[in-house]
């Protein structure tokens, strides 16, 4: 009995510390992998900012409305900054799943394989995400400027409300490439968007109909008024 | 492909290699307006010219009315004449900028006016002479008025000053001349269209190609003309040619976007003649032909309510866009005018100068897209119209042309403000 108990002991001991040698490598690859992204992030952000500062990215940022818009989210750092630390983060999150992957635990098979595979769609999101924020940035600012100077009284809300559909708009974009709850997504924007666009076209017609037709009126016959002067 | 026309001149007069005046007339949709000025453009050239070298060159950009037809009948054989068709040399609209339309109201002018060039050149003219077909006032005086500062006096460009209105042309008064003015040190009224004379020296000088980027030349071919000659240095004249009476037609350019293509043409040229206009200090007048005009019509009484009403919504509405524009003491006093009851309103001049410095260093700057700048200062623009209705409402037009003159010296006055900031912005 007790030589029984000894040799399973021992045979534990023996498969442990076999398992141990084992998995050592693998531990010291994910530790050396973790290292090593820590130290490629940081020159890869390192790297980056330079090039955008550089390229007085944040000047363009600035007028592009890039930073006011990221600034009302409560973003207070400036985009070049912002974009290293998010270069920063796919580089380490990179060596870090590679890391993970030479541990080789089933739990995590293919894992990496399964985050590249990801990985363009996340870049796509992204950059559909930045372009989103711009254009709604741009969209915005011409049509306040425009409805300011066609002197229409919620020119503010115009704007708002035009930022906003481009803004839910990029949000649909985002969730659509990233697969989330994808058919969920198509839905809700079509019904949200076609909603809107309903209740306008029946709010036009029925309570603005007057309204609109004198505006129209306006415009295109663009009759003389006694404050009308020729500029040039 | 065509080159401006220039093939087309060939063809139809090949006998025409060199002439002493070209006589450009652009037209679209004229029918009605072109016969009258073409004849007092004939017998212009008759009495003045009659022993000249003279083409007659109509460049219509697509009339559906028979104008060109109208103009070979009406030329009939007492000048040689080419028919020019200027948009047949593969241009095509700008699919990135719809509906835009120079605030001439003319489409194709541009591309009539560079037509011109181009046959100046190649026809080594001496003078070219330009008419607007649209204009019903051309006496035969205007081609002698036009063409005779270029023939005989040296001069390289002749543009047109019009009795006006008193609060006529309140864009030009208000900015665009007196910006030409204090930054190229030349009193030039920069008024627009009727009629233009030019020196083939010049004209092969607008041809050059990077005079043609940007919207400058595309879409403000006349401010552009005469803010070119200037900063080039060329012998500018004025031409006094009375009152333009004009067929004035609707045309889908709003003030705002008018307000771009006129200031936007005099910013973007304030970057490529940065070293001309930074040493200028002053002004001096321009040599003048024709008879002294006389003090402007009265015209009826201007409502400021709609104006002033556009500047205080601007102040509400687009103040963060200003805050990015303005410096911060221009936009404390553009501030404090808001308060103001629409009787007492007045936007200083000081104020005024400072605010369209401003804008021109943020255009320099690029802090915002450049046509949102340029459109977001219409509000203000607005404003100063008013403050001028205001500050002149019981006199007459010589008290207008009083002001405008203050504003000018003021525009000169404080140059140094708009130097120091465009270096050290």
Redesign the interface.
């Known amino acids: 009995m007790s030589e029984m108990w000894q040799e399973a002991m021992v045979e534990a001991f023996r498969e442990m510390t076999r398992r141990g040698v084992l998995f050592l490598p693998k531990l010291m690859a994910l530790a050396t992998f973790l290292l090593l992204g820590l130290v490629v992030g940081w020159l890869v952000k390192l790297l980056l900012m330079r090039i955008l500062k550089a390229v007085r990215f944040d000047v363009l940022s600035e007028r592009m409305g890039l930073t006011p818009a990221l600034g009302k989210t409560g973003m207070k750092q400036r985009v070049p900054h912002l974009i290293g630390r998010l270069s920063f983060w796919v580089v380490f999150l990179f060596f870090a799943f590679m890391g993970v992957d030479a541990l080789d635990l089933p739990a995590t098979a293919n894992l990496m394989s399964t985050m590249l595979g990801f990985l363009p769609h996340v870049v796509a999101a992204i950059f559909v995400a930045l372009l989103g924020v711009l254009l709604a940035n741009f969209s915005s600012e011409a049509v306040l400027i425009a409805a300011v100077n066609a002197q229409i009284q919620g020119a503010r809300l115009i704007a708002n409300m035009v930022r906003w559909a481009v803004v839910i708009f990029t949000v649909a974009m985002v969730l659509t490439q990233l697969g989330i709850a994808k058919e969920i997504v198509v839905a809700a924007f079509s019904i949200i968007f076609g909603g809107i666009v309903l209740a306008m076209a029946i709010a036009l017609g029925l309570g603005g109909r007057t309204i609109a037709k004198e505006a129209l009126e306006q415009r295109l016959r663009r009759e003389k008024t006694d404050d009308e002067l020729t500029h040039i | 492909m065509q080159r401006g026309g220039w093939e087309q001149v060939q063809e139809q007069c090949p006998e025409v290699h060199k002439v002493d005046l070209l006589v450009g007339l652009p037209t679209f949709n004229h029918a009605s307006t072109v016969e009258s000025v073409m004849n007092a453009i004939l017998s212009g050239a008759k009495a003045s010219f009659a022993h000249a070298s003279i083409l007659v060159t109509n460049a219509d950009v697509g009339s559906q009315d028979g104008t060109p037809e109208i103009v070979k009948r009406t030329v009939g054989s007492l000048f040689p004449l080419a028919l020019v068709n200027p948009l047949t040399e593969g241009m095509s609209a700008n699919p990135f900028a719809p509906n835009r339309l120079s ?1 001439s109201g003319m489409p194709g002018r541009e591309e009539a006016f560079r037509s011109f060039f181009t046959i100046a050149e190649r026809l080594q003219a001496k003078a070219c002479v330009v008419i607007d077909a649209a204009v019903r006032s051309v006496t035969p005086e205007w081609m002698d008025l036009l063409a005779q500062p270029v023939l005989e006096k040296d001069a390289d460009y002749v543009a047109p000053v019009f009795r ?2 008193r ?6 008064n208000n900015l665009v001349a007196p910006l030409t003015r204090a930054l190229y040190g030349k009193r030039v009224a920069c008024q ?2 009727g009629g233009y004379g030019f020196s083939g020296r010049l004209a092969s000088l607008y041809l050059q190609k990077d005079f043609w980027e940007g919207d400058a030349a595309r879409f403000g071919i006349d401010s552009w003309m005469t803010t070119v000659a200037v900063a080039e240095g060329f012998q500018v004249w004025q031409a006094l040619l009375g009152t333009k009476i004009q067929d004035v037609r ?1 045309t889908t350019v ?3 976007m ?2 771009a293509q ?1 200031v936007g043409a005099s910013y973007h040229y304030m970057e490529r003649y940065q070293d001309v206009w930074e040493k200028h200090a002053g002004s001096s007048p321009v040599p003048e032909v024709g008879r002294p005009i006389e003090a402007g019509i009265e015209s ?8 002033v ?2 500047f205080r ?2 102040l509400r ?2 103040l963060p ?1 200003w805050e990015i524009i303005l410096a911060p003491e221009t936009l404390s006093g553009v501030l404090t005018l808001g308060l103001r009851d629409e009787e007492d309103f007045r936007f200083p001049l000081p104020l005024w100068v400072q605010t369209v410095y401003d804008f021109a260093v943020a255009y320099h700057e ?4 450049r046509e ?1 700048l340029l ?2 200062l ?2 203000l623009y607005l404003g100063r ?1 008013a403050s001028l209705v205001l500050e002149t409402i019981d006199g007459g037009s010589d008290e207008v042309q009083h002001t405008i003159e203050q504003g000018c010296r003021t525009f000169e006055a404080m140059k140094p403000y708009l130097v120091e900031r465009w270096r050290f912005q």
């Open positions: 605030y006006r209105q609060y006529e042309g309140t864009l030009t627009t269209g609707g709003d003030v705002s008018m307000l006129a009826a009484a201007i409502k400021v309510e709609r104006m009403k556009g919504q601007g509405d687009l866009i690029k802090v915002i897209h949102h459109k977001s219409t509000p119209t």
